[in-house]
């Protein structure tokens, strides 16, 4: 059975910088668009970044030109590179196979001075 589990969330000051990863196990992530969701409190979750197999990347305008979304399959890790991070980021952060239908427990990101 397929588990996701993300890491590297904490508090970090506005402008700061977090990498999350995520660890993906029962599958494998070399032909699989892999994207990065977070949820707000009191808000639904979106879409922030998602990795293709091939080809570039996608970003919710929000984050384009702080995050970067890359991947090491050989590792089954999605990683996101968090730069500049403003309060509104702040957010518990998923990851998940695009088409999966499992989600991990999230790791928390919260931006405050």
């Known amino acids: 059975q397929e588990q996701l589990v993300e890491s590297g969330g904490g508090l970090v000051q506005p402008g700061g910088s977090l990498t999350l990863s995520c660890v993906v196990s029962?599958?494998?992530?070399?032909?699989?668009?892999m994207d990065w969701y977070r949820q707000a409190l009191g808000k639904q979750r979106e879409l922030v970044a998602r990795?293709?197999?091939?080809?570039?990347?996608n970003y919710a305008d929000s984050v384009k030109g702080r995050f970067t979304i890359s991947r090491d399959n050989a590792r089954n890790t999605v990683y996101l590179q968090m730069n500049n991070l403003k309060p509104e980021d702040t957010a518990v952060y998923y990851c998940?196979?695009?088409?999966?239908?499992?989600w991990g427990q999230g790791t928390q990101v919260t931006v405050s001075s």
């Open positions: 998940k196979p695009r088409y999966g239908t499992v």
């Open positions: 029962g599958s494998s992530l070399s032909s699989r668009t």
């Open positions: 990795s293709f197999a091939a080809g570039s990347p």
